[in-house]
């Protein structure tokens, strides 16, 4: 089949071979911003799969004997190389995914960073030595890596989001499995060329491609695997912790957020919506710690919500390729449909459509930047994680009201709070139910921080000293 110029072919990655073809099933990589074909992609079967594992079991065998020391100088030589590809990666990113190339060159950039922390992270895996019961007797705790990881990751941030799991993965010094999107497979196979030519054993990465379930529910149930990884919807994170639960695994869940934004009466109301512009439609709205529903007080409401709408009709949507471009668009059909759902029931229930609402064109998946205001909670947009590019405000008029609004939904990734009062900062850092907030600032996801959510938002963290924990295990090693 004929690949699209700037794509790459694509293939199962297993045990350092490229695998397609051979009578897999296969499905197509479409184009987001004009629904043209971009490749055929590769179906792992049984067979395939069966294999991955084996060389994940024989990969870590072989990457837990490498030194700390080694194993670090091959990731920063892996974050050399894709710094070195960036025009390749970023391009790549931009033709599966649809996001403006600003944006797939800060993706590029970002991940080179976290594999270069990581890299340093396992070299500083450092254990305890304790005081022995008895003179001449010693007693230390090792953390040792736990096993071979299976790891799934969406189609959003399909760099920066399957390069941290490998990354963190390899700093440890497991071995791994990773399913990247069906939407979205060649950003994964490029960082999985760039390990192996900067010297990854082969079988310690290994990629899959394919249908979803059949692959989540055979890796994550294999006795081989010993950790599992997941960033997607809650429904699916729910359904992954259940088979993990049943072979007593360790898993990490990054899931579904909505994060709330909360504009009191004394923010810098310019500095705070040009932020917002910028993260609001951030690969058109479709990233989970997305700002989204925007509580902002009665005496600057007026002002901000009449801001906000003339910025966002500003903001201009087009072909990702285009440097001219700030949004792009939405990945799928599947983002169309909801965008309508959600701002359909929206204006039903009282909310009032200040800009966007509207498909644009009948080519590819375009969706205007759009503002609701006086948007009642009972409003779909206001309960459900939109996942584009939509931003649902509200008025509110005193602090404890406000963190009741924040924090009524299940779901705590992210949070946001724009206020010059000291005070009022530390009230929300400590009130707000978020694993990440962020005050004054939207940028809660830094390769040093720990990144992950609380209620049904997930457990366990990636990024920071905190990430790579879940990967290790600690042994406790006493001698008379």
Same mark, same amino acid.
């Given at each position: ?12 990655? +297993? ?6 073809? /051979?009578? %897999?099933?296969?499905?197509? &990589? @479409?184009? $987001?911003? =004009? ?8 179906h792992a079967n049984g067979a395939d799969l069966a294999n991955a594992v084996g060389a994940a079991e024989r990969g870590f065998k072989t990457w837990r004997a490498v030194g700390a020391w080694d194993r670090a100088a ?39 960073? +976290? ?6 992270? /396992?070299? %500083?895996?450092?254990?305890? &030595? @304790?005081? $022995?019961? =008895? ?94 990884s997941f960033t997607g919807s809650t429904a699916v994170g729910k359904h992954l912790a259940r088979l993990a639960a049943d072979g007593v695994k360790r898993i990490t869940l990054e899931l579904g957020g909505h994060a ?208 790579i924990d879940s990967y290790l295990v600690p042994k406790f090693v006493t001698q008379l």
């Amino acid at each position: 089949m004929t690949i699209a110029e700037g794509y790459t072919p694509l293939h199962l990655w +297993i045990d350092g071979q490229k695998l397609s073809g /051979g009578g %897999r099933d296969a499905s197509l &990589v @479409l184009n $987001p911003s =004009t629904g043209d074909v971009l490749a055929e992609m590769p179906h792992a079967n049984g067979a395939d799969l069966a294999n991955a594992v084996g060389a994940a079991e024989r990969g870590f065998k072989t990457w837990r004997a490498v030194g700390a020391w080694d194993r670090a100088a091959i990731l920063r030589r892996a974050a050399e190389l894709v710094r070195q590809r960036a025009e390749l990666f970023a391009r790549v990113l931009t033709l599966e995914e649809g996001k403006p190339l600003f944006e797939s060159d800060w993706e590029v950039g970002a991940i080179a960073e +976290i594999i270069e922390w990581q890299a340093e992270e /396992g070299r %500083r895996l450092y254990g305890r &030595v @304790l005081q $022995p019961r =008895t003179r001449h007797g010693s007693a230390q705790v090792l953390r040792e890596p736990v096993g071979p990881v299976a790891a799934f990751a969406p189609w959003n941030l399909p760099l920066f989001l399957t390069g941290r799991k490998i990354a963190t993965a390899l700093g440890a010094g497991c071995s791994v499995i990773i399913k990247p999107a069906e939407e979205t497979p060649a950003s994964c196979l490029l960082l999985a060329q760039a390990f192996a030519d900067a010297g990854l054993p082969a079988g310690v990465l290994n990629v899959v491609l394919g249908e979803p379930s059949m692959i989540s529910t055979y890796l994550v149930t294999s006795e081989v695997i010993r950790k599992v990884s997941f960033t997607g919807s809650t429904a699916v994170g729910k359904h992954l912790a259940r088979l993990a639960a049943d072979g007593v695994k360790r898993i990490t869940l990054e899931l579904g957020g909505h994060a709330p934004v909360i504009v009191c009466d004394d923010a810098d109301i310019d500095a705070t919506v040009a932020a917002s512009i910028f993260n609001k439609y951030f690969n058109a709205g479709q990233i989970c710690i997305s700002p989204t529903r925007f509580y902002v007080q009665d005496a600057v409401y007026p002002a901000f919500v009449e801001k906000l709408t003339a910025a966002t009709a500003a903001v201009t949507v087009g072909d990702g390729l285009d440097r001219n471009t700030q949004m792009g668009p939405l990945a799928n059909g599947r983002r169309m449909n909801a965008m309508h759902q959600h701002l359909s029931d929206a204006v039903k229930t009282g909310a009032k459509l200040r800009t966007g609402g509207a498909r644009i064109g009948q080519q590819g998946f375009y969706w205007q930047p759009t503002v609701l205001s006086d948007v009642p909670d009972s409003a779909l947009v206001m309960n459900e994680e939109p996942f584009g590019p939509v931003a649902a405000v509200a008025p509110f008029s005193t602090v404890d009201e406000v963190v009741e609004k924040a924090n009524r939904l299940p779901y705590g990734l992210a949070a946001y709070a724009f206020t010059r009062s000291a005070t009022r900062a530390a009230l929300f850092s400590d009130a707000l139910e978020s694993g990440l907030v962020g005050l004054n600032t939207f940028n809660v996801a830094p390769p040093e921080g720990p990144f992950g959510g609380v209620k049904q938002s997930g457990y366990g963290s990636e990024g920071g000293s905190e990430g790579i924990d879940s990967y290790l295990v600690p042994k406790f090693v006493t001698q008379l």
